[in-house]
């Protein structure tokens, strides 16, 4: 049972998460700083962009040291 | 979003995940039992328009900030993933994906497991590798079809799109009864990673409250913006394996 309920949550871990996590926490820390510049009352469209631009060099470059 | 976008982004990716699906069940029909494959095929249909249902009219009933937070957040990761292996299959990082490799190695997994039968499933084994394939990469199908759906008020448009997908290439896969290899599948793969990050980057910001310059119009100045920055990664990384590759001979020569 037990391990049926980790295969379980490995395989929805890799649906979502997939190969770097890195990157997900970068996503909910970009949308969260989104939300506070804007309930702040500062233009906040560019911080998902420039999470971007971070996050996937970042780890591509991981990725291809690994390699 | 316009309806061209929305079909053209979903026929997309439902077409490359609808690839994989048929190369796993040409494989388990071939190698073992067609009528146990395609049972496994019609349970895995079963089991996503149960979810379907479930999920539609669910996400339809979120609010529209909410819906767009949550879903341009997941499409955001999901496409970042996309795009990452994408970008390395592109420098050379990555094997490409090759359908018929793939094909010839579920092949020979599929014959070497002896024949089980269970109910009215003669063959167990073609019959759960059929299943599993086509839930496993329906499943993004399903994802991705109601996520843009949902976001742009057209679930139907959207269905229509991935339901066309897989009805094409599932007649592709009958016709040829080979693995579609001719498929540029590399390069769908790039344009969906490319789309899924831009939709998702646009989103995921509106739903946290942010306002693009330009509202709507702001979205094709995204997706041109990260093709051309994941064009210029592919670029730079293709350049720093070829140095890596060369300095050794430099040393030698030197």
Known sequence: MIGRLRQFCAFWYDFVIGDDWRVAVGVVVALGATYGLHRASVPAWWVVPAAVVVLLPYSLWRASRSR | ?254
């Open chain 2, 1 to 254: 979003m316009s309806g061209g976008a929305l079909f053209l982004a979903v026929f997309l990716a439902c077409a490359v995940e609808a690839v994989e699906a048929t190369t796993i069940v040409l494989a388990a029909g071939t190698a073992r039992d067609w009528r146990s494959a395609l049972y496994g095929v019609f349970a895995a249909l079963v089991t996503l328009a149960v979810l379907i249902g479930a999920l539609g009219p669910a996400l339809s009933a979120v609010p529209l900030h909410a819906l767009r937070l949550l879903v341009g957040g997941l499409l955001l990761v999901f496409g970042l993933q996309w795009l990452r292996k994408a970008i390395l299959r592109a420098s050379g990082y990555k094997a490409l994906h090759d359908e018929e490799q793939i094909y010839a190695e579920e092949l020979a997994a599929a014959e070497a497991v002896p024949r089980e039968r269970r109910g009215a499933v003669t063959d167990w084994y073609a019959f759960t590798l059929a299943f599993k394939g086509c839930v496993l990469e329906g499943l993004e199908v399903v994802f991705i079809a109601l996520t843009f759906g949902a976001n742009d008020h057209n679930l139907p448009l959207a269905a229509l799109a991935a339901g066309a997908a897989v009805v094409v290439v599932a007649l592709a896969g009958i016709a040829v009864r080979a693995p579609l290899a001719r498929v540029p599948e590399n390069s769908m793969k790039f344009v969906v990673g490319v789309m899924l990050t831009a939709f998702g980057t646009f989103w995921g910001a509106e739903g946290a409250g942010a306002h693009w310059p330009g509202s709507d119009a702001a979205l094709p100045v995204v997706v041109g913006g990260v093709a051309v920055f994941a064009i210029a990664l592919v670029a730079a990384l293709r350049r720093s394996r070829m140095a890596s590759r060369s300095t050794p001979e430099l040393l030698v020569s030197s």
